[in-house]
């Protein structure tokens, strides 16, 4: 039975109805307009998945139901405690979509936790039980699934494996605390590591105001010596982030995506070797880690997934 899948962001809302075995079966989208509040977000959601269902030729009632990848903080009720890119604050959404898609299952969770769901199900992680996510991006999300379920521990919040310390007292990051793999590397610390280098007088062909992931990549592809050292800084910390993750989950599979993945083995090679150096003997093997395959369409796949049984 398929499942409708929804990907809410900050400008837009994708939709897609999904097959049991996790693929696009039809996709659509309208613009979200946050500032028509909770109400009017909820209003295009439900207009949303009537138009999938009519274009798919399907009744909602003959789908699993509907799922919702949300880009905030949720609770187990539904709630979504704060989502910033909406400016919503304690919203009781998912009853808010109950109330107006009656008698059909409605599920939504955190979007980092339901692409972590999808890669786990219909991505780089199909058929294991168990596996962590991080999306490299302006920050680092992140999800874990354990015995084909999101884990979310007792704050319901577990996967933030952006915030996890790999330098005690490091750069500030913007949750309020230091030394997050966050602040090191995600977009903001990668460009200011490769900007202190640029200051310490290394020769590079990195101009400051130029400097983004990929500009860095890129120089680093060409050997660049700036080019390099910031990749394999940036490398290095997700790697300890990776054998932590390791030492104590032991996933099957740990997936990596995000813009800063799009450099591929250029940055999945020295994040794997900084895992090996970092992770108890006798673990390392176990877990496969590789860049993560469903992109952009993790959303609304692993939505889907919320509801499929
Ligand atoms: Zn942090």
């Known amino acids: ?8 962001g900050g400008t837009d809302i994708k939709g897609a109805v999904i097959s049991d075995e996790g693929r696009i079966l039809h996709q659509d989208l309208v613009s979200t307009q946050p500032e028509s509040g909770a109400d009017g977000v909820a209003d295009r959601i439900v207009g949303l998945v009537g138009s999938l269902c009519d274009t ?3 009744t909602l ?40 898609l009656t008698g059909s299952a409605v599920e939504l969770d955190n979007d980092a936790n339901v692409a972590a769901l999808a890669e786990a199900k219909a991505g780089v992680g199909a058929g294991c039980d168990s596996l962590a996510f991080l999306t490299l991006g302006t920050g ?4 874990i699934v354990v015995d084909g379920r999101v884990h979310h521990g007792a704050s319901y919040s577990a996967g933030e494996i952006g915030h996890m310390v790999v330098i005690p007292d490091g750069p500030l990051c913007g949750c309020g605390k230091s030394g997050c793999l966050e602040a090191i590397s995600a977009t903001k ?9 640029i ?46 993750l390791i030492n104590i989950l032991s ?9 800063i993945s799009a450099a591929g083995s250029l940055m999945l090679d020295p994040i794997a070797a900084s895992a090996e150096t970092n992770t108890l003997e006798g673990m390392f093997e176990h877990t ?17 997934y919320l509801v499929m049984s």
């Not at 680092?140 to 999800?143: D, L, N």
């Not at 680093?220 to 800084?233: F, M, N, Q, S, Y």
């Not at 996933?251 to 813009?259: D, L, R, S």
């Open 140 to 143: 680092i999300g992140g999800g």
């Open 288 to 304: 496969r880690i590789e860049l993560a395959r469903l992109g952009n369409d993790a959303g609304s796949i692993g939505a889907a």
């Open 56 to 58: 798919h030729g399907v």
């Open 251 to 259: 996933p099957e599979v740990i997936a990596i995506g995000g813009g």
């Open 199 to 244: 200051d310490d007088g290394f020769v590079t062909s990195l101009k400051k105001e130029d400097l983004t992931p990929k500009s860095i990549c890129d120089a680093a592809a060409e050997g660049d010596e700036i080019g390099e050292a910031t990749v394999d800084h940036v490398a290095r910390h997700i790697g300890i982030a990776v054998a932590n």
């Open 189 to 197: 610390g990668m460009i200011s590591h490769a900007e202190k280098l």
């Open 61 to 100: 009632d003959s789908t699993s139901g509907v799922g919702v990848g949300v880009p905030g903080v949720t609770r187990k009720d539904g709630t979504v405690v704060i989502a910033p890119n909406l400016d919503w604050h304690h919203v009781p959404f998912r009853q808010m979509l109950q109330d107006r």
């Open 1 to 8: 039975m398929p499942a409708i899948g929804i990907d809410l």
